[in-house]
């Protein structure tokens, strides 16, 4: 028998028979047939209908990522330190981290249910924006949501995609400066275009008084896996206009830029780029000897280049292209090339601008926060994902590529040091200051900038941003989104005196995310239920070693396999191997 929720009743009589349950079945929203229980209480036979799909926690340690990582993560490290190139301390941090995560070794919420007693353990998460995937998602989920209810106006929007020339990737992949600099020329770019635009159609006398807005998404990794910095910017499509410096600003909209102005666009931010680049004493073409990146961090000098040409960096087989799959390419690999690694000339006839593609295709209109939500998901997307990885029986990965190469190619095939050395590319730099050897940069740049006047401190910003409560609070989820807890109380009594803290902080909690984002309600006791709540944060090792034990899960942690040695391909006193033994 199919059962689904029915108005607000938690519990069916024993007479309902399963036609009406059928016919509300099909009256209901699909998702609420994707958890089916029955509860039996004495002899009423009182059946409780399902009240949504049940949720389990993720068990990352059955992943592809965690199972490599956990396996050559040593292996890796010595074979850098052979080749005396050490690795960074910062990216270090970022694969033990990814190891911890959702290990409920190291801690983990307790939620128990006031009405059966049915307890959930929900370990921590490693809150790293690389290489762990599932923590990008959350990030991504949750400012997607932030921008859409605290930012972003109800407003048309379009996204503008700057990519940029592949020598100028590996420069601005570990020098925050230069890459704060180059995104700013960019976004100055289209806001001059915006200005110019506004002026010609709108007929206005000057520009002082034309506002825009922008917010900025810097993406390091291509589809690929492969190191390729670009900027999404979700930009106001148009501009807000002050008659008087008192008055308030009115919005109009503007048309699209059309092809041969993107181009021009295109080539305005590579004048601009260069000029910087002259100025700071930076060339593209420059001697690989005076390179600074690699004098002080060859590792990550290597992964970076090894990454940008599609090539292996460690091991025996360093120097040589990845091995591609799919229709084609075979031959691209032959004749030295690949869809998306192709030759200058090739590249040159396609990219008019050198390399500075701009695109503006994508728009948004307004009142439609569903898509524009959607939208912003695909601007802060994290840089891979879990269901584009295999593990082949040779212990080779296998990725899958985001969309096919012009010649066919769908998937490429890493050794598992190799892979490594790929997402240690892609884990972001931080301070603009020059590394140290050895150090490295810890990821705390801002990957997400806001322009205009949708910058943090923009004058005007408080009166284009969604409006606030009356208590001056931001806007909070609705009612039924309420993060069931112990101290939740207090909570609201400080939110209600209008505390700085409950006035600056927008952290959603996990269980409000799930919800609205996936449907799902994470909270929701799976076998009578109602609502568990959250009693307490477990980090004591005594506490989680008597938790885990009662549950049947072992004290060991998760922790990365020891090196494995190279294979021996001489025997000793310069023996060669025979093929028959004795």
């Known amino acids: 028998m199919t059962l689904c929720r029915i108005g607000v009743s938690r519990f069916a009589p024993a007479a309902l028979t399963d036609q009406a349950l059928e016919r509300a079945l099909h009256r209901r929203r699909r998702r609420w047939a994707l958890g089916v ?57 970022a694969f033990e981290d990814l190891l911890a995560c959702g290990d409920p070794r190291r801690g983990f919420l307790r939620c128990v249910c006031r009405g059966c007693g049915h307890e959930l353990l929900v370990p921590f998460a490693c809150h790293r924006r690389a290489p762990c995937p599932s ?86 990794a291509g589809g690929a896996a492969n190191l390729n910095l670009h900027y999404h910017s979700a930009v106001l499509d148009g501009v807000f206009v002050q008659t008087t410096p008192e008055a308030p600003p009115r919005f109009r909209a503007l048309r699209g830029p059309t092809r041969a102005e993107l181009l021009q666009v295109g080539w305005s931010v590579c004048q601009r780029v260069t000029e910087l680049l002259q100025q700071r004493g930076v060339y593209l073409d420059g001697d690989p000897g005076e390179d600074e990146l690699s004098q002080q961090e060859p ?41 998306g690694h192709e030759d200058a ?68 095939v890493f050794g598992p040091v190799d892979f490594l050395a790929r997402l240690t590319a892609l884990i972001p730099p931080a301070r603009p200051k020059p590394l140290r050897r ?36 931001p806007a909070a989820p609705p009612k039924q989104l309420a993060l069931p807890t112990a101290a939740g109380a207090g909570a609201q009594k400080r939110a209600a005196r209008g505390s700085p803290a409950s006035r600056k902080r927008h952290y959603i909690p996990w269980a409000v995310l799930m919800k609205r984002s996936l449907e799902l309600d994470p909270l929701e006791c799976p076998s009578c239920g109602l609502q568990m709540r959250v009693v307490a944060s477990v980090t004591s090792p005594a506490v989680i070693r008597e938790l885990l034990a009662a549950r049947g899960l072992g004290p060991e942690a998760r922790v990365a396999s020891p090196a494995r040695a190279p294979p021996q391909l001489t025997l000793p006193f310069g023996c060669a191997p025979s093929a028959t033994a004795g």
């Open 37 to 93: 229980c029955v509860l039996h209480r004495g002899r009423g036979m009182a059946t409780r209908l399902a009240l949504g799909p049940e949720y389990h926690p993720r068990h990352s340690e059955q992943t592809v990522l965690h199972q490599v990582v956990r396996e050559h993560l040593a292996t890796f490290l010595a074979e850098a330190e052979a080749a005396e190139r050490s690795v960074p301390r910062f990216v270090v941090r």
């Open 438 to 473: 050895g150090e490295g940069p810890p990821p705390r740049v801002h990957q997400v900038v806001a322009h205009g006047i949708l910058a943090p401190r923009a004058k005007l910003r408080s009166q284009v941003a969604p409006r606030p409560r009356e208590d001056g609070t």
């Open 135 to 220: 923590c990008g998602g959350r990030r991504m989920a949750e400012l997607a949501l932030h921008l859409v209810d605290h930012v972003i106006p109800e407003l048309p929007v379009r996204q503008w995609v700057l990519s940029l020339p592949f020598p100028l990737r590996y420069v601005l992949a570990y020098n925050s400066a230069l890459c704060s600099l180059v995104l700013g020329i960019f976004v100055r770019t289209v806001f001059d275009w915006l200005r110019q635009t506004a002026h010609d159609e709108l007929k206005l006398a000057a520009t002082d008084s034309v506002h825009c807005g922008a917010i900025t998404s810097i993406q390091r």
């Open 299 to 339: 590792l990550l000098a290597a992964c970076a280049a090894g990454s940008l040409q599609n090539r292996q960096v460690l091991g025996p087989q360093a120097g040589q292209r990845v091995l591609a799959l799919g229709r084609g390419s075979a031959a691209a690999e032959q004749a030295g090339g690949g869809a």
């Open 345 to 412: 000339e090739r590249a040159a006839s396609r990219h008019p601008a050198h390399g500075y593609d701009v695109h503006a295709g994508v728009r948004v209109p307004a009142h439609e926060r569903k898509q524009l939500e959607r939208l912003l998901r695909y601007l802060l997307h994290p840089a891979l994902s879990h269901t584009r990885l295999a593990l082949l029986p040779d212990g080779r990965v296998k990725l899958r590529l985001q969309r096919p190469w012009r010649d066919g190619t769908t998937h490429l």
